[in-house]
Every structure is written in C-alpha cells, then in structure tokens.
C-alpha cells in the first residue's frame, strides 16, 4: 500500500493545475503508467477517462483523505445540500488544527476526516480545538474505526459518520450543539481582516481610528465586546462567503472525481475551459 502514496500528489489543487497546463507532468506520467494502460500500444482514452480509472483504484485500494473529502463534498453538499445555499470549506486554521472539510449552512459543521490509512492519536485534541470555534463537530471514518470512536464518544456531542465500499454515508451518530467552548479569540483568528471588518463596521458603524500598530488589537477589542450568539452568527455569515461558485452549471458539469479539486480551486471560466479541453485530449497509444 505504501507505493500508493503518489496518488496523494495527484489529487491536489496545484497538482490539478500544473498538469491541465502540463500533460507531461512527471508525476501524471509515472501515475499514468501505473495505474492505467496508456503505455501500452493501441490503447487510447481520454484524461477524464485516465481520471476516472485512476479515481477507482482509489477508492477500491487507497481510500485517502482527498477520496474521503471528495465523497463528503458529492454526497452531502451537492447530495443533501445545494451550492446555492451552503458553503464547503478546508484547511481553516483553528488553534493547533486544521479542520478537514467545513459546511456551512444554517449552522456550520466540522467534518474531521479519520480514513484507515490514519491512526487516531490526535482525535481528541483536534476536536477540541476545533470546539473553540464551532459549535457542531463530527468525525468522517472508515467501518473498522466506528465502534472505538463509538464508544470514546459515547457521551459527547461529537458525530460519528462511516464512507461504505459503495460511497454511501452512514450516519452512526448525529453531531450535537456544543456552544460551551466557543472561545471569541480563537474564533478572530479564523477571520480574515475584510472579514472582521466588515463584522465591526456591521455591528460598531465604523472601523477603529488608530494607529497601524494598534489597529488590530483595537478591532479585536471591538469584536470580543459583542455578544457571543451574535458574534458566531456574524463570523458563519463571513466564512459562507469565502467559497461561492460563480459559474454554478459548469462547476455542476465537472467529473465527480474532480468536483472537490474544483471547488477548492475557485474556478473562473477560462479555467473550466481550460480543463474541459485537457480532459477532452486523448493520450496513449
């Protein structure tokens, strides 16, 4: 299993982008020659369909984090969800974690991805982190990892969801409201400095007058002076605009397999087409 672990730099944003640019990237020509049969003579596909093969093995033999993070992105944003109304987020710095995957919606939820390839030693620490700035948490596992996690979290708000071999969510334990270790410094931290602006300008009229130096200790100030419920409203509704899809039908059109590399990317339109040719390009032969 261990040589599978160049497929973790195939499904990447920058991997995506530079091999669209370039189809002779190294990496896509090493993973094209071991996980498809392009080498060989007389066999043409396209680089959906290389793609698509690709993604398979995946999910058949190395289910890593981007094919967990995929599947939660098709099944429950696009599944139960819409891109119209709820925001996908990943990578948000909270503390000493990163948080995996968060949708935002009426409420927001932080989706910790724990495949079999992990082990589960950090758990408890980053979720409590990640409790520091959002009220609903759940773990996103494999089969064998439910009942440990079941049962270390027995008695807490935490939700646990398994990924079947058929890329069906179950949902094993609901995630429950947690507010009580929402912690207005950490939450500052996430925001970005358009973001908690815009929260002071909402809430204050306008924007401390000070010098640079002091500027963002004042509007830290300013934020922490609000109210906790108001606050964490403010700061969901700044963190749902991070990710809008603007061409909602071309995003929609895009591979399953790739949906989640796609989103991340904040396409334009140029950049769809772009990789609407590359993976209408046949390769092999």
Known sequence: MANNTVL?????????????????????????????????????????????????????????????????????????????????????????????FVMINGKAVVYEIKTE???????????????????????????????????RFADLPVGIYTISDSEYIRHIKEPQLNNADLDSSVIFKVLNKPEYESIIQSFYGSLPQTTQVMYYRECRKLFLDIPKEKQYTAFLKELKKRNSIQDKQMFLDVPYELKALVYFSHFSKSDYSTLNNFLSTQIGG
């Open 117 to 151: 390839l992990d082990n589960l030693e950090r758990l408890e620490s980053q979720i409590k982190n990640y409790y520091k700035a959002f009220d609903h948490v759940c773990v996103v596992t494999c089969d064998e990892y439910a009942e440990v996690l079941l049962s």
């Open 8 to 100: 973790n730099r195939l499904f990447t944003i920058a991997s995506l982008h530079d091999i669209v640019e370039n189809p002779d990237n190294l990496v896509y020509k090493e993973i094209l020659e071991k996980y498809t049969k392009c080498n060989e003579s007389n066999y043409f596909i396209t680089n959906e369909e290389a793609f698509s093969s690709i993604y398979t093995y995946l999910k058949k033999n190395y289910r890593n984090e981007y094919y967990y993070k995929n599947t939660i992105l098709n099944r429950l944003l696009l599944g139960a969800h819409s891109i119209s109304t709820t925001t996908a987020l990943t990578q948000i710095p909270i503390s000493a974690s990163k948080a995996d």
